[in-house]
C-alpha cells in the first residue's frame, strides 16, 4: 500500500509545486519508488519543473476517461528511474477529474509505489479538494505572511472535516508544516512573520523551512528538480525535509539569518 | 480565491446554499400510548426544563413499526410542541405516517442519515419508557483538535476545546465555553439566551465574544492583556472581562 501525500496550501503561488518536484524526487532517491501527479489541470505547471513536458503524450484526464492506461500515461524522470509524473491536461479544465475517477487511479498506483505525491491546485475548489480527499499525509505550504497563514488555516480545517479520513471516520490526517520563501533578514525588519508566530497561529508539527532562494527559479528553469542541486540552501532544506518526514532526526536549519564564518568571508547565498 | 476578493462592490450575491451538520436529539418511542408519553415526557422535561425549551427534535418510530404500532402523527406532533419542543422530522416512519408529516410540513429522513452521528445521540435520545433517575441538564461537548478558520461548531450544552480556536472560526454553546488553548476567532455562549453562561479561555485574541446576545468585538478587546487566562460573564447586559 502506498502512503498518499497531498501538498496543499490554499493560497495560489506559495510553492506547492516546487516542493511536489523536491520531495518526489527526494522520496525516490532514498530507495522509494515514487509518483508525483499534477492535479492542477488546465495549468500544467509539474511537468515544466520536472523537465518532461516534451515527453507528454497521455495525461490525468485521459486516464480517467479510459482513453489511456495508467502504464501509457506515466512518464518515468530522466534523473531517478524510482520517480514517475502523471501530467495533468492543458486542454480540460478541471471539471474533467471525478472523485471516482481520482480514487480508481490512486488504488490502481497504491499497488505498486511506496508513495504518491499530489501537487494541489490553489484555491478549496473542486480540484484542490479532489487532490487532498484520498490523502493519507498533508504537507501544509505556507508562506510567511498572514493572508498565507490564514488561508492554510481554512484549508487545514478542510482537511480535517471533508477528506476521506474524517468522512470514514479513520484516524485523521497527518498535517505537516513547510514554512517556505522564509527571509529572516525580512523577519528580522518586521516584514514577513517568523516562524514562531507562524507555529504559533497554526500550532501545527513543522517539517522544514525552506529559504528564499534564487535556485529555485535556476531549477525551474533547467527543468530539474531543486533537491538535486545539492549545494543550494534550498535543495538541502528539502532534503532535510524529507529526511524527516522518513523518521530521521535532523536539526532545523535557514531559521536565523546567521552564517557560518565561511559564509561571511565568502558572503555565499 | 481569497475570502477577500468576494468584496467586490457590485451585484453580490443575496443568497448562499451551504451543507451543514447539526447535533439534534432524537426521541425514540417505543410505546403508541399517547396518554402515556405525555406523561413520561412532561416528567423529563420538568427535569431540565431549560435544555427542551425551543429544543428541535427528530422523531424516531422505527421501533413502533418493527413492532406494528402505530401512532397518531398529528396528534403527538401536538403533545411534543405543547412542553416547547420544535419538532423537524421524522425517521423510521411508514409510508402514511410519512405523507401524514409531509402534510404537517415536518421533513422525513431516512433511517440510515445521521448513522455517523448515533454515537452522539445516544446520550441524548429521550425514552420515555426507561426512566432514568436523573438526567444531566445538557451534555458537554469535548474538542481535542483545534478549531480552524470557516468551521463552525454548536454544542447543545456545554463546550471544551483542548486546543486553539483559529482566525475565522466560529464556536457556538448553549451553555459555557472553555477554551485550553488562544481564542482568535468568534465565540457565544448562552446562545439559547443563558445570561448564566460563561466564556473561559487561556488566551484572549478573539474576533468576537458573546453572551446571551451581548457581544464584544475585537475593537473593544484591544486592551486586554494577552498571552493571560481570562473569563468572561455577564452583568447587567455588558461582558465583564477578568484574569482568573
Ligand atoms: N523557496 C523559494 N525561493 C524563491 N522562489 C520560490 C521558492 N519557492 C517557490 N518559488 C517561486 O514561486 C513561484 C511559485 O511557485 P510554485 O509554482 O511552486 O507555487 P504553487 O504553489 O505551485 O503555485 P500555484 O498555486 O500557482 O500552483 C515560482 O516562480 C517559484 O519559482
Ligand atoms: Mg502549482
Redesign the interface.
Known amino acids: 500500500m502506498a502512503r498518499i501525500i497531498v501538498v496543499t496550501s490554499g493560497?495560489?503561488g506559495v510553492g506547492k509545486t516546487t516542493t511536489s518536484a523536491a520531495i518526489a524526487m527526494g522520496l525516490a532517491k532514498k530507495g522509494h519508488k515514487t509518483a508525483v501527479i499534477d492535479f492542477d489541470v488546465g495549468l500544467r505547471n509539474l511537468d515544466l519543473i520536472m523537465g518532461c513536458e516534451r515527453r507528454v503524450v497521455y495525461d490525468f484526464v485521459n486516464v480517467i476517461n479510459g482513453e489511456a492506461t495508467l502504464n501509457q500515461a506515466l512518464i518515468r524522470d530522466k534523473n531517478c528511474n524510482l520517480l514517475y509524473i502523471l501530467p495533468a491536461s492543458q486542454t480540460r479544465d478541471k471539471d474533467a477529474l471525478s472523485q471516482e475517477g481520482v480514487g480508481k487511479i490512486l488504488e490502481d498506483l497504491s499497488k505498486d509505489f511506496k508513495y504518491i505525491v499530489c501537487d494541489s491546485p490553489?484555491?478549496i475548489e473542486k480540484g484542490a479538494h479532489l487532490a487532498m480527499y484520498f490523502a493519507d499525509d498533508a504537507f501544509v505550504v505556507t508562506n510567511p505572511e498572514v493572508?498565507s497563514v490564514?488561508?492554510s488555516?481554512?484549508m487545514?480545517?478542510?482537511l480535517?472535516?471533508k477528506s476521506r479520513r474524517a468522512e470514514q471516520?479513520q484516524e485523521?490526517i497527518r498535517e505537516y508544516l513547510l514554512l517556505s520563501r522564509y527571509s529572516p533578514d525580512r523577519v528580522k525588519l518586521g516584514e514577513m512573520l517568523s516562524v514562531d508566530d507562524v507555529q504559533?497561529?497554526l500550532?501545527l508539527h513543522l517539517l522544514g523551512v525552506i529559504p528564499e532562494s534564487k535556485s529555485v527559479l535556476n531549477a525551474s528553469n533547467s527543468g530539474t528538480p531543486v533537491i538535486l542541486d545539492e549545494k543550494s540552501d534550498a535543495g538541502q532544506a528539502y532534503s532535510d525535509i524529507v529526511a524527516r518526514y522518513l523518521g530521521e532526526d535532523k536539526p532545523h536549519r535557514f531559521i536565523d539569518g546567521k552564517k557560518g564564518l565561511f559564509g561571511k568571508f565568502f558572503g555565499s547565498k | 480565491m481569497s475570502p477577500d476578493s468576494q468584496k467586490t462592490p457590485y451585484n453580490p450575491p443575496a443568497l448562499e446554499f451551504k451543507s451543514s451538520t447539526f447535533s439534534v436529539p432524537v426521541l425514540v418511542l417505543s410505546s403508541n400510548d399517547l396518554a402515556i408519553i405525555e406523561q413520561q415526557l412532561q416528567a423529563k422535561i420538568r427535569l431540565a426544563p431549560e435544555f427542551f425549551r425551543n429544543s428541535p427534535l427528530v422523531l424516531d418510530v422505527q421501533e413502533l413499526n418493527k413492532k406494528d404500532l402505530d401512532i397518531d402523527i398529528a396528534e403527538l406532533m401536538e403533545i411534543l410542541r405543547k412542553p416547547g419542543l420544535l419538532p423537524i422530522g421524522i425517521r423510521g416512519g411508514s409510508l402514511n405516517q410519512n405523507k401524514k408529516a409531509l402534510a404537517l410540513q415536518i421533513p422525513v429522513y431516512s433511517i440510515n442519515s445521521g448513522n455517523t452521528v448515533a454515537e452522539a445521540q445516544k446520550q441524548k435520545t429521550i425514552t420515555p419508557p426507561a426512566p432514568e433517575p436523573k438526567t444531566s441538564t445538557a451534555t458537554t461537548t469535548l474538542i481535542t483538535h483545534p478549531i480552524r478558520s470557516g468551521q463552525r461548531l454548536y454544542a447543545s450544552g456545554d463546550l471544551v476545546i483542548l486546543a486553539q480556536v483559529s482566525a475565522g472560526a466560529e464556536i457556538l454553546a448553549e451553555g459555557n465555553i472553555h477554551i485550553y488553548g488562544t481564542l482568535r476567532g468568534r465565540a457565544l455562549a448562552g446562545v439559547q439566551g443563558n445570561t448564566e453562561a460563561r466564556i473561559f479561555c487561556s488566551d484572549l485574541q478573539a474576533e468576537l465574544i458573546s453572551i446571551a446576545g451581548n457581544y464584544k468585538i475585537s475593537e473593544d478587546l484591544q486592551a486586554i492583556a494577552r498571552n493571560k487566562p481570562v473569563q468572561m460573564y455577564l452583568q447587567d447586559h455588558t461582558i465583564i472581562i477578568k484574569d482568573i
Open positions: 493560497k495560489g490553489a484555491g493572508s490564514r488561508d488555516d481554512r487545514l480545517g478542510i480535517a472535516s471516520n485523521p504559533e497561529i500550532s
